[in-house]
């Protein structure tokens, strides 16, 4: 009886906790990506910065990314100068 009560206590915490980080890493996953600059500006007016480190190659910018790696991973193709700093204004 105490066997039976383990294994079914242990098939549940491995199936609950393998079941809870498929969702964690799909939520992960699941960045949006942006057509355009001008689409990207209206919700981050300063762009997006994959780290806080990266320094800007355009001279002056009016306001400060947002930095998110995966957000900036997502929209790549939208980093013209390739400074790490997706259309910054």
């Known amino acids: 009886m105490k066997k039976t009560a383990a294994v ?7 199936f609950g906790c393998s079941y809870g980080a ?16 001008k689409a990207l500006n209206k919700v981050y007016k300063g762009g997006v910065a994959r780290s ?23 929209n790549k193709r939208l980093d013209r100068d390739k400074d790490y700093i997706a259309c910054e204004k």
């Open 22 to 37: 498929g969702q964690t890493a799909e939520a992960k996953t699941k960045v949006k990506t942006y057509q355009n600059c």
């Open 8 to 14: 079914l206590l242990s098939f549940g915490l491995v």
């Open 52 to 74: 806080s480190k990266v320094k800007n190659k355009g001279g002056r910018t009016k306001y400060k990314p947002y930095v998110s790696k995966a957000l900036y991973d997502a």
